[in-house]
């Protein structure tokens, strides 16, 4: 059966860096992409960013863009996403999320989800 | 402020039906079929219930469907029972610019 594991919890001090990973499996891993979407505490769902897992293209969201890269290792079956100069705002969990449009497009219709990872930022 | 707007909650008694809508603009549901709804407890992953406005994943009750007009969405959950009470989230792809926006959620309370 399809899974997404994700890594454990993060605590980072502003300005640091964090790496999330989330490992994949019951699935040929670069047939589809991945989006990753962010939960802060008691908020709603914000969308992040999508890679193509087989060719490796990324979009982010605006509001991110610089901050923001995510990454594959198609041999492991893990992406990642890695998040610069934390700011207490960025406190949230992370989920990774499959998405349904296959190797190139992204439909942002996603059927597997990750179980998320918290990632707090404090001093 | 999110994009889609959801009612923040809804209520209903066991076996009644409850529909939650999820209202966009030109730009995002009402120019793609790419509206998706999730279930989620507190503490817990979402849980994909709805994609492409109408279809349900492998093993999602029947009880749940959605549907689309103009620019609005709506998820409606029949035979309501204690364990729909979730937050439910809608979520549609919005071009090459946006991409993807979210509704802000709907808080399920099953009376």
């Known amino acids: 059966q399809v899974q997404l594991m994700q890594s454990g919890p993060e605590m980072k001090k502003p300005g640091a860096s964090v790496k999330v990973s989330c490992q994949a499996s019951g699935y040929t891993f670069t047939d589809y992409g991945i989006s990753w979407v962010r939960q802060a505490p008691g908020q709603g769902l914000e969308w992040m960013a999508w890679i193509s897992v087989y060719y490796g293209y990324t979009i982010y969201t605006e509001s991110l863009q610089g901050r923001l890269t995510l990454t594959t290792d198609t041999s492991s079956k893990i992406a990642y996403m890695e998040m610069r100069s934390l700011r207490s705002d960025d406190t949230a969990v992370y989920f990774c999320a499959r998405d349904t449009g296959g190797r190139a497009g992204m439909t942002a219709q996603f059927d597997y989800w990750g179980q998320g990872s918290l990632v707090a930022v404090g001093s | 402020q999110s994009a889609l707007t959801q009612p923040a909650s809804v209520s209903g008694s066991p076996g009644q039906s409850i529909t939650i809508s999820c209202t966009g603009t030109s730009s995002d549901v009402g120019s793609y079929n790419l509206v998706s709804w999730y279930q989620q407890y507190p503490g817990k992953a979402p849980k994909t219930i709805i994609y492409e406005v109408t279809k349900r994943p492998s093993g999602v009750s029947n009880r749940f469907s959605g549907s689309k007009s103009v620019n609005t969405a709506s998820l409606t959950i029949s035979g309501l029972q204690s364990e729909d009470e979730a937050d439910y989230y809608c979520?549609?792809?919005?071009?090459?610019?946006?991409?993807?926006?979210f509704g802000g959620g709907t808080r399920l309370t099953v009376l």
């Open positions: 979520s549609s792809y919005a071009g090459s610019s946006t991409h993807v926006v």
